[in-house]
DNA sequence: CATCCTGGCTATGAGCATTAGCCAAGGCGT
DNA sequence: ACGCCTTGGCTAATGCTCATAGCCAGGATG
């Protein structure tokens, strides 16, 4: 037996690719050893259980949704760092929809949490795109989560039912940005240019 | 054996009860067989299987929720019928987080499917809150969604990770409210009064 | 060359869903 | 009132899962 050089990182990888493929239930531990051409209790040896490698994966995926995040973000400002955001949340979900939903559900033991700390990063991602919107500092945390809602109900939506949205999806998605750019330009008391309404 | 007399809609209703309490994952045919002083195989007499037993707890749900909805928002039209609506999904997700988790990844198979019938009477509530918005009517349904995707997320983050929101998760949806209708004021041209910022 | 850590394995057990097949209780027709 | 048959419970058994225990080879390290 060669040895096949796994490490709890190639492990996670390969559960969060199998999650893409086979949806987050679809996660079990005979079946990633299998795909990795292992025996199922030699995992043990890299995760400590099933839910660890689940753990690890929302892990893995807040980390390279964060990631997206400050990339689109580069240089952008105001209703284009929204769109931004909103677009990269959006492509992330629909290219890998298994590690996404594995941050659903997700949580976080305590402030040194590695989970925590990587939802921290797109948290903050989000304040920043708030920034060029003049919220109010205490309601900061209330529009983030606002915004967190509506990105995280489009992902599940998304995977559960949005089969049956037909090809719209786009429309819709791009739908939800101008109501949310409208509704953060209205709150901070800049309604925006008037008769920009198609 | 005194034949418990059991039938389909007390073992939903009792798994619908254990989803509140264990979580959706937690629902099993050995839990629910114990909560109701039977053996797992009987369950069987009443549902086809663990899939089958969720997905009628989905209806359950979708049909209540369509009910809490339509008490809701009878006389109510605009901005207060908005915020009655999401009120009552509010109220509704917090007393019931199982099984409106259990509607979140369901699908229905056709167009005579019960749920896709129970989920269409939500759909055409929400419809009737945007009613009083002056929403076009091609855009109605990309509205409808972006409703769906706020109160979806909300629920799951709720459900998720709320713990950690602290005790201002009222103010967090009021504030939430507030933005979604500002944006439907606003993108329908009628940014609605002014100087009503506190 | 001996030793020890690493990372694989087999064997095993517990809990789950599910199926098959049995059997009693009670309603219903005669 | 009697017998039948449907209903709704049961036991037994299968096969899947996660998980643990304990063995064993290979390579690095002294």
Same mark, same amino acid.
């Given at each position: ?39 199922? *209790? ?5 995760? &400590? #259980? ?7 994966? !929302?892990? =893995? +995926? ?48 305590? *402030? ?5 700390? &990587? #939802? ?7 304040? !920043?795109? =708030? +920034? ?67």
């Amino acid at each position: 037996m060669p040895k096949a050089g796994l490490n709890t990182e190639r492990v996670v990888v390969a559960g969060a690719e199998l999650a893409d493929e086979a949806g987050i239930a679809g996660v079990s531990l005979a079946a990633l050893a299998a795909r990795l051409g292992v025996k199922p *209790p030699t995992l043990y040896k890299h995760v &400590a #259980s099933l839910q660890d490698l689940r753990y690890r994966i !929302a892990i =893995l +995926a807040m980390t390279e949704v964060g990631d997206q995040l400050r990339d689109a973000l580069q240089g952008r400002s105001g209703s284009d760092a929204l769109a931004a955001a909103f677009t990269a949340m959006r492509h992330y979900i629909v290219a890998h929809p298994g590690r996404y939903a594995a941050t659903t559900g997700a949580r976080f033991a305590g *402030p040194d949490d590695p989970l925590f700390i &990587a #939802s921290n990063r797109v948290v903050n991602s989000i304040r !920043a795109v =708030l +920034a060029g919107y003049g919220i109010p500092g205490d309601r900061l945390d209330h529009t983030v989560r606002a915004l967190r809602c509506s990105v995280h109900g489009f992902a599940l939506l998304q995977v559960s039912d949005g089969f049956q949205w037909g090809n719209d999806q786009d429309e819709s998605f791009d739908w939800m940005i101008r109501l949310t750019d409208l509704g953060l330009r209205s709150i901070s008391g800049r309604p925006g240019p008037a008769g920009r309404q198609d």
